[in-house]
């Protein structure tokens, strides 16, 4: 259960591209989050594939931080954040995307 109850400081989260954005790096999606989220101590993001990212705060105060807004406008794309799940699988997940 240790490996679980690490993760109690990360979120999943999903970037809705409009039709014909081109999807950021994880590099260049930490670049536009980074001025957003500049009040945070550590935090790190990878790639789950099919649009979907892991965040990982170093504390749960930043976490309930940036769980507090519904979504970020990246310009273009909206990110949406959701509890993480040990069980999570991107390729499980319907497709959606902005008109």
């Known amino acids: ?3 679980v109850d690490a993760c ?3 979120l999943h989260g ?9 999807p950021l ?3 260049a999606l930490k670049s536009k989050l980074t001025p957003m989220w500049k009040d945070l101590s550590k935090w790190g993001v990878s790639s789950l594939g099919k649009g979907f ?3 990982v705060f170093s504390t749960l105060e930043d976490l309930r931080r940036v769980r507090s807004i519904a ?3 990246l310009n273009p794309g909206m990110l949406k954040l959701f509890a ?3 069980d999570f699988n ?3 997940q319907q497709n959606v995307s902005a008109q």
Request: no cysteine; charged share 20%; hydrophobic share 35%.
């Open 1 to 3: 259960m240790a490996g």
């Open 90 to 92: 991107p390729r499980s």
């Open 25 to 27: 790096t994880v590099a």
């Open 71 to 73: 979504s970020w406008n």
């Open 8 to 10: 109690k400081h990360n």
């Open 84 to 86: 993480w799940s040990k």
């Open 14 to 22: 999903r970037i809705i591209w409009p039709k014909g954005a081109t």
């Open 53 to 55: 990212y892991e965040f």
